[in-house]
């Protein structure tokens, strides 16, 4: 497979920037055609968890760089989410449902991300940031006998 199509953009890890986000990925995702609505909605909230974890935990001061990049490659949506702030100890831990370092928080993000992902990886070293891949294709997209997209 070959990339279509790609973007990175950069930003202050703000609160306002997370529909930012949001909004970019859809629009950027909605080139590829055969992704319902539904599906673009799931993007949508996929993105504003990963980059509301950075906005709320990756950084002990405002402002911090998030960066974000989508690629188009065939039918398949890829979006990787950077920080390059703390960084999480226990990434299994972080992704167990309901694990939280904020009482204030249900800690159900990665489990969200996981349940509307195709493919969610999350990569961790502390104190220089976290990474977050996902990846989602329409779920009508045509496989071949070795279940790759065609």
Request: proline letters at 4%; aromatic letters at 6%.
């Amino acid at each position: 497979m070959s990339v279509k199509n790609h973007v990175t953009l950069e930003f202050p890890a703000v609160p306002e920037n997370v529909e930012f986000a949001r909004v970019a990925v859809a629009c950027f995702a909605s080139q590829i055609s055969s992704f319902t609505l539904e599906e673009i909605d799931d993007v949508k909230l996929v993105v504003s968890e990963a980059v509301s974890n950075t906005v709320l935990h990756s950084y002990d001061v405002s402002g911090g760089i998030i960066r974000l990049s989508a690629a188009r490659c065939n039918d398949t949506l890829t979006v990787i989410i950077e920080d390059f702030g703390k960084g999480i100890a226990d990434v299994s831990q972080a992704k167990t449902p309901a694990f939280t370092t904020d009482p204030d928080r249900m800690g159900m993000g990665f489990t969200i991300m996981e349940a509307l992902s195709d493919e969610l990886h999350v990569s961790s070293v502390p104190g220089e940031g976290v990474k977050v891949v996902i990846r989602k294709s329409p779920h009508g997209a045509a496989k071949d006998s070795d279940d790759k997209e065609v």
